[in-house]
């Protein structure tokens, strides 16, 4: 979805033990600079009385008895239905080569992520190009708004000024590497910026989709439409309507408010899905069938935390990291997921997990959002939340 390298929209880098840091150009207002891997520690974050959720689950003699899960290997109805999250790569393999690259997303691919997140716009001459910031300077050679300029001629010629220099991909690119034989179960969660129009980003990824021969099973089953406002809704729902929809959010207030009656699933910010509020989220959620996505979950003990969870998925820069810890919890799920010191008292150390330094975060996304897209209280129709067959979608 953005985070401790976190995945915003224009998300907030949080580093370690410092704090929050958002940056604002003065008229474009770009994606402030991410690292590929701040979350350097592990987080259940804290709430408003400074309890991290996670703390109880330490008490417990059996880590699973929060999930309801047996410890034989398959004792229990729960235990047989337990999962383990999915990893998409964020911005493809981000840690390891340029964000939102083919190099990138074929590494993610090849570190045995389920899926890729990336970014989404339109250029000049429609052109739909995966790229996270409205404006080109933090990560290529280029200057100025993606928007502005046409992919012919000027944006080809764009490189990124990490090595290995790399284009900018476009989404028909992304597409061909998803429809490679090694690739097919690979997912694609397609983050829809803010400053697009609905409209005509759902109608040309639209047209880009169903050029594909066969795109009704090749395709379509693999897509998620990614959002970060409600005006991006109706139109998901009208053109792609066979693609669920995810509400990307820093807030719980904000899902709960307006994006619940209109989502399939919710990818939510690590630290605020750890705090008290999101993990009663979390628990709604569960009852009503709706997906939880966390992201940008790069540390040990986080991934840990949220197989705990029992979530649908996380965005992760180091799909290659979570391979390992996969394996890990495979081979042996009590011994990879039992609570060591590290776990209980580094959530406490790092000012990232405190409530005010998310919640503050949350608040300047939220006035960055309604200032690209307007405001959140816009009337959406009643509209069906059934994910239709493709071939019945006109």
């Known amino acids: 979805m953005t985070q401790p390298n976190q995945q915003l929209q224009y998300k907030p880098q949080i580093k370690g033990n410092n704090d929050i840091?958002?940056?604002?150009?003065?008229?474009?207002?770009?994606?402030?600079?991410?690292?590929?891997?701040n979350s350097i520690g592990p987080s259940p974050a804290f709430s408003t009385v400074l309890q991290s959720p996670a703390v109880s689950e330490f008490e417990l003699e059996n880590p699973f008895d929060k999930l309801g899960l047996g410890l034989g290997s398959a004792s229990s109805k729960a235990a047989d239905e337990w999962q383990i999250p999915e990893c998409w790569g964020h911005r493809g393999a981000s840690a390891s080569f340029p964000e939102n690259t083919k190099a990138s997303f074929i590494e993610a691919c090849k570190a045995g992520a389920d899926g890729i997140e990336t970014d989404i716009h339109i250029t000049a001459d429609n052109v739909l190009v995966l790229f996270h910031d409205p404006e080109l300077h933090r990560t290529t050679d280029g200057e100025g708004l993606i928007h502005k300029q046409p992919w012919d001629g000027v944006l080809e010629?764009?490189?990124?000024?990490?090595?290995?220099?790399?284009?900018?991909?476009?989404?028909?690119?992304?597409?061909?590497?998803?429809?490679?034989?090694?690739?097919?179960?690979?997912?694609?969660?397609?983050?829809?910026k803010v400053e697009n129009d609905p409209t005509k980003l759902f109608s040309l990824m639209k047209d880009v989709v169903q050029s594909y021969p066969g795109w009704e099973t090749k395709l379509a089953p693999r897509l998620i439409l990614g959002i970060w406002h409600p005006k991006f809704i109706s139109p998901a729902c009208e053109i792609l309507p066979y693609l669920p929809r995810y509400a990307i959010s820093m807030s719980i207030e904000q899902c709960s408010k307006y994006f619940w009656k209109n989502c399939h699933g919710f990818s939510i910010m690590y630290e605020v899905l750890a705090s008290s509020k999101g993990q009663s989220f979390l628990n709604q959620a569960k009852k009503e069938n709706k997906k939880i996505c966390c992201w940008t979950v790069n540390s040990c003990e986080e991934m840990k935390q949220c197989v705990k969870w029992g979530i649908k998925s996380i965005i992760s820069d180091k799909p290659g990291l979570w391979r390992k810890i996969k394996l890990d919890i495979e081979t042996d799920r009590v011994k990879a997921l039992k609570p060591t010191l590290q776990s209980v008292i580094l959530p406490y150390l790092y000012p990232k997990n405190y409530w005010f330094q998310y919640a503050r975060a949350a608040k300047e996304e939220t006035e960055y959002l309604v200032r690209e897209g307007g405001t959140f209280d816009i009337q959406v129709p009643v509209i069906s939340m059934n994910i239709v067959k493709p071939s019945d979608s006109a």
Not at 21 to 37: A, D, G, K, Q
Not at 174 to 190: A, D, S, Y
Request: charge should be negative; hydrophobic fraction near 30%; aromatic fraction near 2%.
């Open 21 to 37: 840091n958002i940056s604002r150009p003065e008229s474009t207002l770009p994606t402030p600079v991410l690292s590929p891997s």
């Open 157 to 192: 010629h764009v490189r990124t000024k990490e090595a290995p220099h790399q284009p900018i991909p476009k989404f028909t690119e992304v597409l061909e590497i998803l429809l490679q034989p090694e690739n097919m179960n690979v997912k694609l969660n397609i983050d829809c």
